[in-house]
């Protein structure tokens, strides 16, 4: 039978600590079937986002490993960071890949939770797909007012966690589980630093108040760089593209007078976003991902293992 | 360490008996580490031309066992085709892909050619990068007068082969063994009819008349559209770029009114030119390949065979 293959993005809240950074990596690099795709700290997020690919079973044992290691070094009552959080290891969404469901993954992320609170003591909230109650589908939901609100606000019902008791982890706070679709981290950094253009752009273009079906965001300042930016994410890239998201923020910006300065990608992204990307700017017609040299060895080499 | 990946685009003098075609070709499909993109056999030309790409190891063991079933079955003393050539096995170009610099592709011919001609027993000429005299980077000198001249000229010094006995083999002739970058066949459709602005322009961005430095062009008329195309060869992405290249055609095109309607890549294309162009559009800050999750996973496919 065929391997089944997922991506993980698990997000630890630490963006500063090297040896922190490093010892919450390591699972992850050197546990067989489990591959290290990316990882990345951010200063003014105090955050890192791992990209990993792999299979089931050795993914889970790394992230069991990782989550150790960001617990025993992360003190969410110190922790600040320009990025919502409500624990030391904050998401932890399954996506799947090769020769899985998404069912699979909703059942995977539901006994990972289980396994995760017994071993670790830190209450778990499951999100997205894998949510048991329907507002928790929105991430947003959850981490609402961070870490320090919901300190006191988990005893109420409606913010109970799905798995463990009501009540935060000493220093660790809560984690959110769950499986999703591919999605793509995009920033648009603008040049300024008045945080309120980020904050209105972000409003008109993320879905929850209007803007594309497909984009969550926010707006937030980039201390040490004097910029600002909308931090989004597109969950389903086939339905906003890159460049339509880009081109909106611009749109906005220009209306304040503002420059895009640059944008990111943070993490992984799948070709074919990309590919869009370039088509609809260099107006490419017919293009094809089978022209892609590199795109056509991937198809070739998976022939081979089947 | 980063999977090495190069491109080969080997020419042989055969493109009209299908057993000996499938003999040449078959090496390329059946070993692993190489793949067969594609090949072309023409009747006219008598001419086979295989794509492939691959890392350097199998692609080099299955060229020499391409090239041992080419010399076996095919006679130049008997050999007509409307293409130059000077031997069974005429031109081997290797093309630096991923994580190769031009410096290790041309070692590689060099080494390539030394152990090709010891095996096989036909002499070596070394052409474009890989030329170790200069007028010899260029195909047409090596091949002047094809194998019917190079008989008998071989003698003369400045006729000998790079590698080998001045002499040819006695049904093989000699093969041309090079290094190149990668050739990217990149066209813009025009808004008008009038061919003039088609080849005007084509004037402005060539290498030949002045324009940028890799780029060879051609205006032609598209007359079932009612278009006319800037046809280009770019011969070094790295330096002139798909987007300077489209938005060099565009001012010029702009100067005289006409919209760049759309454009065309031709063939195959590294991911790096899309990137590239990616990137520069959507000024996508600090972007790598690796982020790529289908570009990773090749690269990690390669890394769990090695």
Excluded: W
Aim: hydrophobic content about 40%; glycine content about 8%; overall charge negative.
């Amino acid at each position: 039978m065929a391997k089944q293959l997922l991506e993980c993005v698990p997000n630890f809240s630490e963006g500063r600590r090297p040896n922190v950074i490093e010892a919450i990596a390591e699972p992850f690099r050197k546990r067989k079937g489990c591959s290290l795709l990316d990882h990345r700290a951010d200063r003014d997020h105090n955050r890192l986002v791992v990209s990993l690919a792999g299979e089931p079973g050795p993914i889970q044992e790394a992230l069991l490993e990782a989550a150790r290691a960001a617990i025993s070094h992360i003190d969410m009552e110190r922790h600040r960071g320009g990025h919502p959080r409500i624990g030391a290891v904050d998401v932890i969404p399954f996506v799947p890949l090769q020769n899985m469901t998404m069912e699979e993954c909703v059942e995977l992320a539901h006994n990972f939770g289980g396994r995760y609170c017994e071993e670790t003591g830190v209450p778990v909230y499951f999100y997205e797909e894998a949510a048991l109650r329907p507002e928790r589908e929105r991430l947003e939901v959850i981490r609402k007012g961070q870490y320090e609100a919901l300190k006191a606000e988990i005893t109420r019902p409606d913010r109970h966690p799905d798995v463990g008791e009501p009540k935060l982890h000493p220093t660790a706070g809560a984690t959110v589980i769950g499986a999703r679709k591919f999605l793509i981290a995009f920033n648009v950094n603008l040049g300024t630093d008045d945080v309120q253009v980020a904050k209105e752009i972000a409003k008109a273009v993320r879905s929850s108040s209007g803007g594309l079906s497909h984009v969550k965001g926010i707006g937030l300042a980039l201390e040490s760089r004097g910029l600002v930016q909308v931090s989004m994410n597109i969950t389903d890239f086939e339905r906003n593209g890159l460049y339509q998201v880009l081109e909106l923020v611009r749109m906005e910006a220009g209306r304040c007078g503002v420059p895009v300065v640059e944008t990111e990608i943070y993490g992984m992204v799948p070709a074919a976003a990309i590919l869009d990307g370039a088509s609809r700017y260099m107006q490419i017609a017919g293009f094809d991902a089978s022209q892609v040299i590199e795109l056509r060895l991937l198809e070739m080499l998976g022939d081979d293992e089947a």
